[in-house]
T-cell receptor
């Protein structure tokens, strides 16, 4: 397994501002992902964070709105840019220890409220 | 398109009752199936997984799930629930790309 931490755990932000969420893993991992869980809904994959290259975004998510960095095998950031109240969600990072395992481990999440 | 559906949105059971939560998937090719649980105030945890082999898989805390390929189902079961099983349960699936697709979740409430 892996121990995953996220910062901040929660934040309240004003419309039009940006927030960067950090995800730190205690060991090197193959893949890192970012998900969004909107109130009362399930988890939706935003993007796959690729080490040393641009993230791979899912349909409906774009780099300008959700820029992602992954400078090494244990750390990634997700920025929520130019926020609106619709961005109020829990944002989670997850990691895949190896491609053959398919098991993803999730961080505790960042609860974002946009006013 | 790949999808996972959970038909039970909110289930209320008394302690010691048996549990079965439905999960159906629509996936082309090889599929790997998971059940995750999210206890109140805690993060998502893996309950059990199916990759191949025995279609009846056992997970933590007495949970099990059965993969029925002909029905595209992966239902979660527990013979006797406890109050501490109160949580939200998510069925999820992935193919070879390792990207998880989640169902909408089932909120389980166990009463004393």
């Amino acid at each position: 397994s892996a121990v995953i931490s996220q910062k901040p755990s929660r934040d309240i932000c004003q419309r039009g501002t940006s927030l960067t969420i950090q995800c730190q893993v205690d060991s090197q991992v193959t893949m890192m992902f970012w998900y969004r869980q909107q109130p009362g809904q399930s988890l939706t994959l935003i993007a796959t964070a690729n080490q040393g290259s641009e993230a791979t975004y899912e349909s409906g998510f774009v780099i300008d709105k959700f820029p992602i960095s992954r400078p090494n095998l244990t750390f990634s950031t997700l920025t929520v840019s130019n926020m609106s109240p619709e961005d109020s969600s829990i944002y989670l990072c997850s990691v895949l220890l190896s491609r053959s395992s398919y098991e993803q481990y999730f961080g505790p999440g960042t609860r974002l409220t946009v006013t | 398109a790949q999808s996972v559906s959970q038909h039970n949105h909110h289930v209320i059971l008394s302690e010691a009752a048996s549990l079965e939560l439905g999960c159906n998937y629509s996936y082309g090719g090889t599929v790997n199936l998971f059940w995750y649980v999210q206890y109140p105030g805690q993060h998502l945890q893996l309950l059990l997984k199916y990759f191949s082999g025995d279609p009846l898989v056992k997970g933590i805390k007495g949970f099990e799930a059965e993969f029925i390929k002909s029905k595209f189902s992966f239902n979660l079961r527990k013979p006797s629930v406890q109050w501490s099983d109160t949580a939200e349960y998510f069925c999820a699936a992935t193919g070879t790309a390792s990207k998880l697709t989640f169902g909408t979740g089932t909120r389980l409430q166990v009463t004393l």
